[in-house]
Nanobody, 121 residues
């Protein structure tokens, strides 16, 4: 069974950068697409970005296009989310997920515990 552990969150000022990592256990991780989702207090979990199992396809929500970059290193069983030019509205708990390449959280059956990202203005 694949397990996911996120890291790299923290408190930064607007305009700064963070890189989130999602480390997976289990050799079958390479067969899954991976996604990043986020959830702010009082709001529903929302799609941020996704990457296909081989890394050839990616997708982003409109508000992060040009600022965030998703990537994966299957040799290290790790998915990354590079977040640049962070804005206060990016503040949320960020979750890594493994499943089918999709923007819907329902298509992902494996989830990490989340990492907090806080962007101050």
């Amino acid at each position: 069974q694949v397990q996911l552990v996120e890291s790299g969150g923290g408190l930064v000022q607007a305009g700064e950068s963070l890189r989130l990592s999602c480390a997976a256990s289990g050799r079958t991780f390479v067969t899954y697409a991976a996604g990043w989702f986020r959830q702010a207090p009082g709001r529903e979990r929302e799609f941020v970005s996704a990457i296909s199992w081989g890394g050839h396809s990616t997708n982003y929500r409109d508000s992060v296009k040009g600022r965030f970059t998703i990537s994966r290193d299957n040799a290290k069983n790790t998915v990354y989310l590079q977040m640049n030019s962070l804005k206060p509205e990016d503040t949320a708990v960020y979750y890594c997920a493994a499943g089918t390449f999709s923007i819907s959280p329902n298509e992902y059956g494996i989830w990490g515990q989340g990492t907090q990202v806080t962007v101050s203005s």
